[in-house]
């Protein structure tokens, strides 16, 4: 049984296959143009049998480009009579409040593909005004047909409460217009704030029909060339789906490769038996980082993508522009900068002689000695040094001093950002990051790890095996997921215990149900989390209600939860005579796979030297250490400064550090001082 995953990022496009105990790994570089493309010529790359494949997981920035981009589908929106300009009012906040120029993120449609129809559910689920079907046949029916649309968008008011009319109006659509995909706001995001719910369901229906041509197109591929298993996609919150399932909830897909990275490193952690980790993944175009607590990725039920609101689960990730191919410039008032933009795959850094001209903060890492030229991707892609100091001989100049300097400033800007993004995900979040352990990944994560650590206080770095491509890693890790969410209000009282026990039951039989239909029959581990907030307060916090726990859960219980998360986070909370309420649910479902087999480092054939010279931060030039991510050396301590080379990354222990290689092939980094 060959299990294989296949992620798309900025860059690269990685590859892993596990088959028993053999595995191939495979870097090739990313075809933004059409992802596809590369995907197919990772696994030509690695002469992977599609025919004898058995499990294949794929991960992309389909989703996310359509929006960024703004290529989704001709769609048009329908919503309650009143509610016309919801998706262009948004919420009264600035982002930029000293711009004099600010404008909120324009929604992916314009004004005239809103309409409106009459009628009017309040918040409770009950009918205050009829749905006028006549005008839906009258007005909206003609006018979508006449529009182009692609899609349509259907956000009615309190749908979240009771999708009667919802359902209806789809009917009426589908009937009329059998060719237009129809999405509705109670199959996408189930929940109150209306601006938030219908920038969500809009959202959607603009990327499903991108969604559905990709997978058309690479499921076409695969028969042609005889895959007869499973076929799989990455959902932002950790877990994948079948495929017939993102043809249903495509917005779930948004951030599937950084969810997938930090799926494969707490499965990595875990065979070290480490449950603490701050996962750090240094990609060509960003890095993520996500805190995970006792082996547990954290959820948030919201994110936003080009400014816009999207309410569905995904992994607790903050993401910064400060990648290996994240540009290095100087702004107008003469400070040096990194990121957000980037090199990206076609041309790349400059040290990638395809073109490129701009410094990069790999180009800075050839420049410093921490990437050696000869040894990237195992020595398979040669870099050119020179192109690299060229590339930063104009920033050098600007900023008075030498390249090589320049370039170590521009790591430490680098670091600076990666360290803010970590103190948003632990400090922040109420959690001290002195008590994780950073687990570094990607092609450039291992290099700025141990910097990192000591700009946080860590002790302890964990980097597992082939760390560029632990999100491909992560893909055929990951188990099937879905997760439901739903609004109920109630304060907190006698029976909120039992409509907790009410909503269990019913979200595990829609559970049930979904998972079924997919094909998925094995039993489900489900978990429940109720968001619950102070009376007066305008946002909860998701407080854990484990399913042992619910059949005796009481009044009491649940308060003592609640108090317990809010002053981890708020440091206060508990104080007597404080009404709380209820505000809402959120189900997930999980049907766990076979566990993969422990995976080696990918062996790398080739000379290298003994050493090395790096550029310290400090001017000063040292001779380090070269080894083989694979070279025994590593089952004993190994002081700094020293680079364990392997085919997808390189791991640079500086001195003050030691690296051992534990039993589970991960490499354990400590201060030795």
Not at 312 to 319: A, E, F, H, N
């Amino acid at each position: 049984m060959m299990r294989v995953g296949v992620e798309v990022g900025g860059t690269f496009t990685d590859m892993v296959a596990i088959e028993g105990k053999t595995l191939r790994i495979v870097k090739v570089p990313s075809t933004p143009h059409s992802p596809d493309i590369g995907a197919f010529a990772s696994l030509e790359a690695a002469r992977v049998p599609l025919p004898a494949v058995s499990d294949l997981v794929h991960g992309s920035t389909v989703a996310t480009n359509a929006i960024l981009e703004r290529r989704g589908a001709a769609i048009a929106f329908v919503t309650t009579r009143g509610f016309r300009d919801i998706l262009f009012l948004q919420r009264q906040d600035r982002r930029q409040i000293y711009d004099l120029h600010y404008a909120k993120p324009a929604p992916p449609l314009r004004r005239r593909d809103c309409f409106e129809v009459t009628e009017r559910i309040d918040a409770a689920g009950q009918v205050v005004t009829p749905l006028d079907e006549a005008a839906v046949v009258r007005e909206i029916l003609p006018a979508l047909a006449a529009g182009g649309y692609t899609a349509v968008a259907i956000c009615l008011l309190s749908a979240y409460a009771s999708p009667v009319h919802e359902a209806r109006l789809r009917a009426l659509v589908e009937a009329a217009l059998p060719g237009l995909r129809v999405t509705c706001s109670h199959d996408v995001a189930c929940e109150f704030r209306e601006f938030e719910r219908a920038s969500t369901t809009t959202l959607s229906a603009y990327v499903q029909p991108v969604i559905d041509t990709y997978i058309d197109r690479f499921e076409t591929v695969l028969a042609a060339a005889g895959f007869r298993g499973s076929f799989s996609i990455m959902q932002s919150n950790g877990g994948r789906i079948p495929a017939l399932g993102m043809r249903r909830s495509a917005i779930t897909a948004l951030f599937s490769g950084p969810a997938a990275g930090v799926i494969g490193a707490v499965r990595q952690a875990q065979r070290s038996g480490v449950g603490n980790v701050i996962t750090f993944d240094m990609g060509g175009t960003s890095t993520d980082v996500s805190l995970v607590t006792a082996g547990q990725a954290s959820l948030t039920p919201e994110t936003e993508i080009n400014g816009l609101p999207v309410r569905t689960p995904v992994l607790d990730i903050v993401s910064v522009g400060a990648g290996g191919g994240s540009l290095v410039w100087i702004d107008d008032g003469g400070m040096l900068r990194v990121g957000p933009r980037s090199a990206g795959a076609d041309p790349g850094p400059a040290c990638y002689g395809r073109g490129g001209t701009l410094p990069t903060i790999t180009d800075a890492h050839v420049v410093r000695g921490t990437i050696r030229p000869d040894g990237f991707l195992g020595g398979t892609m040669q870099l050119d040094r020179d192109a690299a100091h060229r590339a930063f001989a104009e920033v050098a100049a600007r900023l008075g001093m030498p390249i090589a300097a320049a370039a170590a400033a521009a790591i430490r800007l680098a670091v600076a950002n990666i360290v803010r993004a970590i103190q948003v995900v632990s400090t922040e979040r109420g959690r001290d990051p002195r008590e994780y352990a950073l687990l570094p990944f990607g092609g450039g994560g291992p290099l700025l790890a141990a910097e990192i650590a000591e700009e946080l206080a860590l002790r302890e770095i964990l980097i597992p095996p082939n760390p560029g491509v632990v999100s491909a890693l992560g893909l055929v890790s990951a188990d099937y997921v879905k997760v439901y969410g739903a609004t109920r209000r109630m304060r907190l009282d006698t029976a909120v215990p039992d409509a907790l026990r009410e909503a269990y039951a019913g979200f595990f039989r829609q559970a049930e149900d979904e998972f079924r239909s997919h094909g998925l029959h094995e039993p489900l581990e489900c978990a429940l989390e109720a968001d619950m907030r102070y009376v007066g307060q305008a946002f909860e916090i998701p407080v854990p209600v484990e399913a042992g726990a619910l059949k005796t859960l009481s009044v009491a219980d649940l308060a003592e939860r609640f108090t317990e998360v809010h002053r981890r986070v708020y440091l206060h909370g508990g104080e007597p005579g404080r009404m709380v309420e209820l505000v809402g649910l959120r189900f997930s479902a999980r049907q766990k796979l076979p566990s993969l087999p422990t995976v080696q480092e990918w062996e790398v054939t080739g000379d290298r030297p003994a050493c090395s010279l790096v550029t310290m931060a400090t001017g000063d030039v040292v001779e380090s250490r070269l080894l083989a991510a694979t070279a025994r050396t590593l089952d004993a301590p190994v002081t700094g400064p020293a680079m364990i080379e392997g085919y997808s990354s390189t791991v640079w222990v500086p001195p003050g550090w030691s690296a051992e290689r534990d039993a589970a092939n991960n490499i354990r980094m400590k201060r030795t001082g």
